[in-house]
């Protein structure tokens, strides 16, 4: 079981940016960040493996940034030049169910673990 507590949401403006942290209870093989807008699916934001092996979504590349800190057992997501279509909720997942891979992706099914949510709201 891993226990995954995200931080560091809140209210920007259009172009600011925001830091996202998750701590893990423990070391998972894979980590990941998603969103889910009001009324809409959640989506894979960008995934991180054991070993700093990094995936992103092109709907945000080149603006986010996935990173972890192991001696913190931390996440983060730095995003940079937030759009209001960025506002959302974002959640933290850890352990994928896929095993033996040196990626990790965010696809959500493949996840075991999910942190409550932090809420990102980007205003124009």
């Known amino acids: 079981q891993v226990q995954l507590v995200e931080s560091g949401g809140g209210s920007v403006q259009a172009g600011g940016s925001l830091r996202l942290s998750c701590v893990a209870s423990g070391i998972p093989n894979c980590m990941a960040w998603f969103r889910q807008a009001p009324g809409q699916e959640r989506k894979g934001v960008a995934a991180i493996s054991s070993s700093g092996n990094t995936r992103v979504a092109d709907a945000v590349k080149g603006r986010v940034s996935i990173s972890k800190d192991n001696a913190k057992n931390t996440l983060y997501l730095q995003m940079n030049s937030l759009k209001p279509e960025d506002s959302a909720i974002y959640y933290c997942?850890?352990?994928?169910?896929?095993?033996?891979?040196?990626?990790?992706?965010?696809?959500?099914?493949?996840?075991?673990?999910w942190g409550q949510g932090t809420q990102v709201t980007v205003s124009s």
């Open positions: 997942a850890a352990e994928s169910y896929v095993l033996g891979s040196p990626t990790c992706y965010p696809v959500a099914a493949e996840y075991k673990f």
